[in-house]
């Protein structure tokens, strides 16, 4: 007699994900009894399919697209409501961190939201979006903001989503953990991090928390992390916030994107925008203080 696979039930980016393997850095939904948005499953063959276009590590197809990783895994998705990995030779048994971010903002934005390389909190249910490149500090950041009274939503993916009935746009819930490098792990949650394997940047993951904003807040400050300060024009925000899209060649291929282009003019114009330098070299105080700032501007501005 064969058994069932084990099913595992998680939620995150405001799905339910059901899965054949834990997905150990999604929110753990326990066993749900409604049909799930995403099915995750292994498969013993890839399935034949005809490409569009070859972008780096995969295709895009007129029904989804496949993205390899490193020999770990190959993950073929299917109208953005099916996800399947095939094992590779170097498959050590868990979905590699690829899947969390890469894989999840491109099913994302087949699914029309909107992904960004960034970080959000909510500040008295105001969202606040942090992009910037790698390496400027929005985790650095965000769990400073965390700290000092901020409710963490999400890092270095970040989702907006259109508000129907406002006519403006969400946040949504993220991930539950945040990257950080150690220094910064044992600054803001003591002993309480874990090690990321295989991570290039020998980065810890705070271990996973729940946050009170599980639902949409309003998305009313951007902070882009990459220089002094200075005005900027409905074309430059814009422009920033275009280029802060996750995996933006990959998105520029899906067949949305004019939608997705159109979706981020109209938010880098509803939102309060700043260009802020980017964290680099610090200490814990600086850090709290520059959260602190932030923070008294947000609940300035009402």
Not at 51 to 78: H, K, L, M, S
Not at 203 to 213: L, Q
């Amino acid at each position: 007699m064969s058994l069932e696979p084990r099913q595992y039930w998680a939620r995150s980016f405001g799905l339910l994900w059901q899965s054949d393997i834990e997905l150990k850095h999604f929110a753990s939904a326990g066993f749900a009894e409604e049909r799930a948005d995403i099915i995750v499953c292994k498969t013993a063959h890839l399935t034949e399919r005809n490409p569009i276009e070859r972008i780096n590590r995969g295709f895009i197809y007129a029904d989804g697209f496949r993205f390899e990783w490193n020999g770990i895994a190959i993950f073929d998705v299917f109208d953005g409501n099916r996800i399947e990995y095939y094992r590779g030779p170097k498959w050590d048994g868990t979905l590699p961190w690829p899947f969390y971010s890469t894989v999840s903002a491109l099913l994302l934005a087949w699914r029309g939201l909107l992904p960004f390389h960034g970080c959000a909190v909510s500040i008295d249910s105001k969202g606040v979006l942090i992009c910037g490149v790698s390496g400027a500090g929005k985790s650095s950041l965000t769990a400073a903001l965390s700290a000092e009274g901020a409710q963490f939503m999400s890092d270095d993916l970040s989702v907006v989503v259109p508000d129907k009935d406002k006519n403006g746009w969400n946040l949504i819930l993220g991930r539950p953990g945040i990257r950080l490098f150690p220094s910064v792990g044992r600054w803001f949650f003591g002993n309480d991090t874990l090690p990321l394997p295989n991570d290039p940047r020998v980065k810890v993951i705070a271990a996973p928390f729940s946050s009170p904003e599980d639902r949409p807040v309003p998305l009313r400050q951007i902070i882009f992390l990459g220089g002094p300060a200075k005005p900027l024009s409905a074309i430059d925000r814009f422009t920033l916030l275009r280029k802060n899209l996750f995996r933006p060649n990959w998105l520029g291929k899906l067949p949305g994107i004019a939608s997705i282009r159109v979706a981020v003019r109209d938010i880098s114009a509803s939102a309060n925008v700043s260009v802020e330098p980017v964290i680099g070299e610090t200490d814990e105080q600086a850090l709290r203080a520059r959260a602190g700032a932030i923070i008294d501007r947000v609940r300035s501005a009402g």
